[in-house]
């Protein structure tokens, strides 16, 4: 099986190349040595992960060929919106290039009539089908360590829940890791875990060094650590890093993440992206006193910072938190908020993420067809999973890794989805 489609590199310009998928081109950086005009690569998140011989290219491209094609059809049919005066005039703008601003998406934000909801929903999916067609990227997350020094409020492996703790040692995240680069196919993982000072520098960089000898996209998602130490594992081979800034209103920042500041997180988001990071960033929706206003400057805040993916989920609230009261969030609610993204940033590459698929057994598929277009896969070993509560029943299938992957793939291929590469 594979979640990555291979393309061709048709032209070179500084550090950038432009790839041909089946006469659809992206522009993607050079992240690898050595390639050059008329080599096949696999990128991911924009990026050219690894280097690939032409005859083995042209194999996995003979099989992908007549599904590339029908994928499209059925994604251009599924994507078309009706009409809607109002509506259509935003979009309108938007067709324009220019931006919408703060009252206007909180209007769409706002919209209540079923009708008009499932417009903006559509209408969404259509900007998403025309500006990035139907590409799709597929990562795999890792959860390493449920051990943490911070006590976000909302978090079930906060410093103070009292639950079974875990660390994976360095040499079994690197074989987690292998196993699913290479056996797997994946082309892209998320390093996760609570900040945990027991991966120190030397473990970080071991950990990294070899992963990204296989050819695969590292994201590191392991909350704030020095500027020094993500530096060093960037020269290691990280090359893109998930850190949400959780919320932009700083009041509630201060409430939910007691000892952190919000400035700090932002700031250090910012120095990820100038240091060459793709980054993915983006917040909670549902937390405590926010407002539909704190939901719109969330989202602009993430494309202020120049998301090269944008994270956000609802809170789940967890039993073992502070916040174990707080209402859980209407499905609904969420895709509205996807589909107010895509407006406010056409070109955003939308991650559905595991907390959104905890409000309803639909939930992925809804979110992909109302302006998302990436999705994770978790890879933890489940003797490990169990324990990454972050909110009860998450990812609690002992499915194996493979149904789950079976079960993405068929999910994406309805949709008409193709796990090719987004650019950037
Ligand atoms: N410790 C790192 C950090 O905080 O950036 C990475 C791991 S943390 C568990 C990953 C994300 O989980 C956080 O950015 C937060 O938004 C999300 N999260 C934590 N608790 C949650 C909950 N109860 N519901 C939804 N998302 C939650
Ligand atoms: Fe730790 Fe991240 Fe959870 Fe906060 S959200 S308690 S930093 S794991």
Redesign the pocket.
Known sequence: MCYAIPGKIIEIKDNYAVVDYFGEKKNVLLGVKNVSLGDYIYAQGGIVVSKISKDNATRTLRIWKKQFFELKKIDKKISQPATNGNLLGLMQKVNLGKNLASPELQRLLEMRENKEVQLLLETANNLRQKELGNACCVHGII?FSNH?R?N?L?????RGSKINRYRMSVGEIIETAKYAVKKLGFKALVL????DDWYDEKKLVKIVKEISELGVLIFL????RSKKIYKKLYLAGAQAA???F?TSNKKIFAKVRPGTNLEKRVELIRYLKKSGFIVAT???V?LPEEKNEDIIKNILLTKDLGADMY????????PL?P?AGQKLLDKNFLLKIIAVTRLADKNAKILV?T?LQ?LGGDALKMGLIAGANSLMINLTPYKYKKN?Q??PDRDRNKDDVKASIKNAINLLYSLGRAPTDLGI
Do not use: V
């Open positions: 959860e943490c911070n976000c909302y978090c079930g492996i906060r996760q875990s609570g900040e998602s392991i909350g704030e998930l850190l949400r959780e983006g917040f909670i549902g994270s956000f989920g609802p809170l789940i609230p967890s938190t916040l993420t907390a905890t990454y972050l909110y």
